[in-house]
């Protein structure tokens, strides 16, 4: 990054609501940052908020050319619990960029260098969803981070001028390889406003005007996409690499994806903001419409590991919780995390490893094929029979006119635990629940079939990664008010 500032200022390297930003200036705003940041005591992280724009990754830039651990905080959520983050972290002093325009440097090659590198030390502090309670902090040290963009650049060919797109929020670990590893290898970073994120028009005007050749995006956006694409008659052809993750793609998406991005590689990447990315499968077009994707092959240096309650690690065919070690993750939680028992050794001491508990449901076929049945908090009993909710929201969305699904299981005073479900039908479609039932009742055993299902016409509410927000559905569809 500070030779393309040196050699080529003015070549850019972020494009934001319409502006370009050359390396140039970038590192010149960082360098001013960095002035900042020395008279700020380094012996405590630093905490920003993770608002989308060029400033903020001058800032982030700056930290971490400094060696100098930063907390990206969520712009979502409440002072309090950015608060309890803060707090937990150490965070003693928190940030906003420099009010100021971009401008170019008055001499060229006048960036600064980085500081010497220190491989354990923290060098970015992520946080997880917090779907599941108060978001957990994630520090990822600078080797890890180091060793995640080597390969992300590697694979996805990523060099000096290659255009990304990047949609997450600064704050999710799909930034490492949208923002960080493209910034590292001198490339071009085209920021989707967040404001407009939900907007399928502008999405596509953005990559057609810009012509990204990675893309890396969680399935709404896809949906958006595509759903744009064939109002309009229109194709992407400048994508190479189009990566998915995050949540499972429905198989009719699925097959609209070729003729959508007609130029791209597709890529199935799996991965958790603990381990970062540790899975990719390339799709061939061959893949049965029925099945979840597979997760496909381990990156390089990473392991994993199928774990039974019952027998422990396990090899051949079988449904276990998959356990994950990789070069790029953290060694732990900071905070009233830290404890958690999901970092843990080989649970059959066959090596000195840090592993992973995923809380992953993963499916092995006879054939050593890997693939996603659910979660391992999401197993429930309906009428004593165990139920995976989310294979039900599978075969759900294996329906040609279902673009979204959410099966949440409710308590009942008389059998304890009832699956609802929500499906949103695709237009002029007519989609009813009666043949939505018997699409259900032949894919399915008896107790797995909803003892509710509602059809809808509008699209199901998110969170800001993207998923479901099943909370939210239940507020929505399923009080006594609805």
């Not at 990822?140 to 060793?147: E, K, M, N, T």
């Not at 390969?151 to 960080?180: M, Q």
């Not at 995976?388 to 005073?413: C, R, S």
């Amino acid at each position: 990054m500070l030779d393309r500032a040196r050699r080529t200022p003015g070549a850019a390297a972020l494009v934001w609501r319409e502006q370009e930003i050359g390396y140039g200036a970038l590192l010149h705003r960082a360098d001013a940052e960095r002035a900042r940041l020395a008279r700020i005591p380094a012996d405590a992280p630093l905490g920003v908020s993770a608002v989308k724009s060029p400033a903020v990754i001058a800032l982030v830039l700056a930290a971490l050319l400094e060696r100098r651990p930063v907390l990206l905080s969520s712009p979502q959520l409440g002072a309090e619990v950015t608060g309890r983050l803060y707090a937990s972290a150490g965070v003693e002093h928190v940030l906003a960029p420099l009010d100021a325009p971009f401008a170019e440097p008055a001499a060229a090659g006048r960036c600064a260098d980085a500081a010497p590198p220190s491989d354990g030390a923290p060098a970015l502090l992520l946080t997880t969803s917090g779907s599941t309670g108060t978001p957990k902090i994630v520090p990822l040290s600078a080797g890890a981070v180091d060793r995640f963009t080597r390969w992300a650049a590697d694979s996805f060919g990523i060099g000096p001028g290659t255009t990304v797109l990047n949609y997450a929020p600064l704050n999710f670990d799909l930034c490492l390889l949208d923002v960080w590893t493209t910034l590292a290898r001198g490339g071009r970073v085209v920021l989707a406003d967040p404001d407009r994120a939900a907007q399928g028009g502008y999405l596509l005007d953005l990559l057609l005007r810009h012509r990204p050749e990675v893309v890396q995006a969680v399935p709404m956006f896809y949906r958006l996409l595509a759903d744009t694409a064939r109002e309009r008659g229109a194709a992407v052809p400048g994508v190479r690499h189009a990566l998915f993750t995050g949540d499972a793609l429905p198989a009719p998406l699925r097959a609209e994806l070729p003729g959508l991005l007609p130029g791209a590689r597709l890529y199935n990447l799996y991965g958790c903001t603990e381990t970062n990315d540790s899975f990719l499968y390339e799709l061939t077009g061959a893949e049965d419409p029925a099945l979840p994707l597979p997760l496909g092959s381990p990156l390089p240096g990473v392991g994993a590991l199928l774990v039974d309650p019952e027998q422990g690690v396990f090899q051949g065919p079988g449904t276990g919780e998959l356990y994950v070690t990789t070069p790029f993750q953290t060694e732990g939680y900071l905070g009233a995390a830290a404890g958690s028992a999901v970092f843990t050794d080989h649970p059959a001491g066959a090596d000195g490893r840090r592993w992973f508990r995923s809380g992953d449901l993963v499916t092995r076929s006879g054939d050593g094929t890997l693939r996603l049945a659910g979660r391992t908090d999401f197993q429930v009993k309906v009428r004593g029979v165990r139920i995976n909710p989310q294979e039900t929201e599978h075969v759900l969305l294996e329906h040609p006119a279902v673009l979204e699904a959410a099966v949440v299981a409710l308590p009942d005073p008389v059998a304890g635990r009832l699956l609802h479900a929500v499906a949103r039908r695709a237009p002029g479609s007519g989609l009813n629940s009666l043949t939505l039932r018997g699409h259900l009742a032949r894919g399915l055993p008896r107790a797995a079939v909803p003892s509710v299902l509602r059809i809808t016409d509008g699209p199901l509410p998110r969170t800001s990664t993207g998923k479901v927000d099943r909370d939210q559905v239940v507020r929505t569809h399923f009080t006594k008010e609805n």
